[in-house]
């Protein structure tokens, strides 16, 4: 198995192209199919054909270029493209209205923008760039490989207000990579498929996990990734499409081996189906300024979310989770600066997530953020305890609680939920069965609401845009 030194010396593509130049680095579809697909050295040369193409329309050192498009192979050139002039790159969420993408580039200043619908891109701030240029000569591009240079701003959720932009330089990434893959498996012959978005840190992940690893990572369209899951060996998935893998036909033949999960609590029913048919299940915890993933174990009936990996730090203060490490950002981008998110002091490094947690044996269990945190009836309810209860529910598939405003308690719960079967009122009548045996009164959720399937897509469901959405619903 091909292995990277302590650090790259050289652009990893750059690296691999020597090391393993004639192997296969990205594909379009099962290779062992004929499908398209480029070797390290023709990577590397188009890497550097697209990184012409910018120069050439004026992209310059530390400016900031959007794109706003559903994963593609254009976009992954682009990324690799703008870093490689030396540019950053952020990613935006295309099916965001034009109202809604226009704030967000306002705020982050952008120069320049390369967005998938030439009519979206008429609408918003930046410079347009072409990815058809026909450059007829090269420019030198005097920009080396610094693994501490800003890469990447990319916005967080926004679960619980206004999106910030974090930056990540190319080091926090390779580390993120490296202590994953210290506890999964994942060799330079394995395949990740581009499962989620590059618009979210677990979307970029995936790109650093295949840098890092010198593997091979498979692109296709969004309608194609049930039945791509056939052909690659790793994939990122949130718990709805593993499911509906599972539930599909491509699940009776497939190679797949291993797969990430986040965005969502694990049900123990999807990770015990998919064992059944061969795919190991990893859960964990992570973050936007921690660059994925922080906490990792093998999927099983605990609800908790494993053990600290390696280059992160996580110690508890009070009930929450402080982090820091080689992964952590290197903070937000406001008015075209980069403002540190932790002090210039060592005693200062360590960042506040406002999640609340706890440690059992050696592994930690997520209690919720305490944003989330309501009172009702003048009891605390952290709602993450009564979505651990109902997911215990074989009908559950997801779920999310949230308050809603009353006369009398100040606010009571609503779970909003997937299930696997109709949410009539049979299941919602075994729904409240269940949870006054399992949950204190004032706890008990007053309504059950299907989740929208817009919501279903997400790789992290927003409930400031859920609650928003509940509003409408009353």
């Not at 000569?137 to 207000?161: A, D, K």
């Not at 969004?222 to 036909?249: G, I, K, N, Y």
């Not at 491509?250 to 795919?279: D, F, K, M, N, R």
């Not at 405003?405 to 009548?429: E, M, S």
Request: with cysteine.
């Amino acid at each position: 198995m091909a292995q990277i030194k302590a650090a790259f010396q050289m652009w990893p593509w750059q690296y691999w192209a020597e090391q393993r130049p004639t192997e296969v680095a990205i594909a379009l579809g099962d290779v062992n199919a004929d499908a398209v697909s480029w070797n390290w050295i023709e990577v590397t040369a188009n890497i550097e054909k697209y990184a012409q193409r910018l120069v050439a329309q004026g992209v310059k050192r530390d400016q900031l270029v959007a794109v706003v498009a559903p994963n593609s192979i254009d976009v992954l050139w682009l990324l690799l493209a703008i870093i490689r002039v030396g540019a950053r790159y952020v990613g935006l969420n295309p099916k965001l209205p034009s109202k809604a993408l226009t704030e967000q580039l306002a705020l982050l200043g952008n120069d320049y923008l390369w967005c998938s619908s030439a009519e979206l891109a008429e609408q918003l701030p930046g410079k347009e760039i072409s990815l058809m240029m026909d450059t007829t000569s090269n420019r030198l591009i005097p920009v080396m490989w610094q693994e501490h240079r800003p890469v990447t701003l990319t916005l967080t959720s926004g679960s619980t207000g206004a999106p910030k932009a974090v930056v990540h330089h190319a080091q926090s990434h390779l580390a993120s990579a490296s202590g994953l893959l210290k506890q999964m498996t994942f060799t330079a012959d394995d395949s990740w498929l581009l499962s989620l978005p590059l618009f979210h840190i677990s979307g970029l992940a995936i790109v650093w996990r295949w840098l890092y690893r010198g593997a091979r990572i498979v692109v296709v369209e969004p309608e194609l990734q049930q039945q791509a899951l056939q052909w690659v060996s790793h994939a990122s998935l949130v718990p709805t499409q593993l499911q509906r893998f599972l539930d599909s036909e491509y699940a009776q033949q497939h190679q797949l081996q291993q797969v990430l999960l986040g965005g969502a609590t694990i049900p123990v029913s999807l990770t015990t189906a998919a064992e059944q048919v061969g795919i190991e299940c990893w859960s964990g915890y992570g973050m936007t300024e921690m660059a994925s993933t922080i906490t990792a174990k093998r999927a099983n009936s605990s609800p908790g979310v494993g053990t600290v990996l390696p280059y992160r730090k996580l110690i508890l203060r009070d009930g929450e989770i402080w982090v820091s490490g080689k992964v952590l950002c290197l903070g937000y981008y406001r008015n075209r600066t980069i403002f540190s998110l932790v002090g210039c002091n060592d005693d200062d490094e360590w960042f506040a997530t406002k999640d609340l947690g706890e440690w059992h044996d050696d592994e930690l269990f997520i209690r919720g953020r305490a944003d989330n945190m309501f009172i009702s009836g003048g009891e605390n309810v952290q709602p993450e305890d009564i979505e651990q209860v109902l997911l215990q529910h074989p009908a559950v598939n997801q779920v999310i609680v949230l308050p809603v405003a009353d006369h009398d308690f100040g606010a009571r719960p609503v779970a909003i939920l997937t299930t696997a079967q109709p949410l009539d009122n049979y299941l919602i009548d075994q729904l409240v069965t269940y949870i006054s045996q399992n949950v204190a009164p004032y706890k008990r959720p007053i309504r059950y609401v299907e989740l929208p399937e817009s919501f279903t897509q997400s790789v992290k469901i927003s409930r400031t845009e859920l609650a928003q959405w509940l509003a409408t619903q009353a």
